[in-house]
Every structure is written in C-alpha cells, then in structure tokens.
Nanobody, 122 residues
C-alpha cells in the first residue's frame, strides 16, 4: 500500500526557515512527479512546488523555497527560507504519474500525504 508521510512542520518566526520531508513507501516513485501543495484555513489547496528532472515553483515562493528529492530514499524535501506569515498552512506532498503534463493541477496527483502544519508568526 502506498503511503506518503510528511514531517518537519512547526512554528517559526517570520524570516525563519523550515525543511519539510515526505517519505514514500509501498513503491518507488523515481519516474514520477513529486509535488508540494498547501492549504490555509478557508482557502483552496494550492500548488507550491514540484520536481521531475527539474523544479517548478509557484510565483509566491520562487526564490525562497527549494524542492529536492532523493530517489534512493524515495523522499522529497521542501526547504523553506525567508518564511512569511502568509506561508502558514498545512503542507501536503503528492505524487503524479510520470514527468509530463501539468504539474500544478491537484486532480492529476494520485497519492497524497496527511500533511504537516507550518505556522509562521509575525
């Protein structure tokens, strides 16, 4: 059974950093797109970043966040720097088949983790 488990969330002051991890089990996702999404209370879940053989970012996080992956460990990371209060949300990792097609559409992702909470205080 496929399982994605996020970790690394927490409370941090504005300007601080956090590193999220997402460990996948049940199958290897080496040839799949790994994505990060977030959802704040009362808002829709939104794309944050994705990685294939290259990286993609939402404009709101470009230059501050960095997505990476370790295929041997079946893990994807999200390094978040210069955090802002508006980054506060529950962060989810997800997996999409292959490397092609849209990387920001939630509906294309087959597997999702349970999420990890990130809270940035001002």
């Amino acid at each position: 059974q496929v399982q994605l488990v996020e970790s690394g969330g927490g409370l941090v002051q504005a300007g601080g950093s956090l590193r999220l991890s997402c460990a996948a089990s049940g199958r290897n996702f080496k040839g799949n797109t790994m994505g990060w999404f977030r959802q704040a209370p009362g808002k829709d879940r939104e794309f944050v970043a994705a990685i294939t053989w290259t990286q993609y970012y939402a404009d709101s996080v470009k230059g501050r966040f960095a997505v990476s992956r370790d295929n041997d460990k079946n893990t994807v990371f999200l390094q978040m720097n210069s955090l802002k209060p508006e980054d506060s949300a529950k962060y989810y990792c997800a997996v999409k088949p292959g490397y092609g097609g849209s990387y920001y559409q939630l509906k294309l992702y087959d597997y999702w983790g349970q999420g990890t909470q990130v809270t940035v205080s001002s």
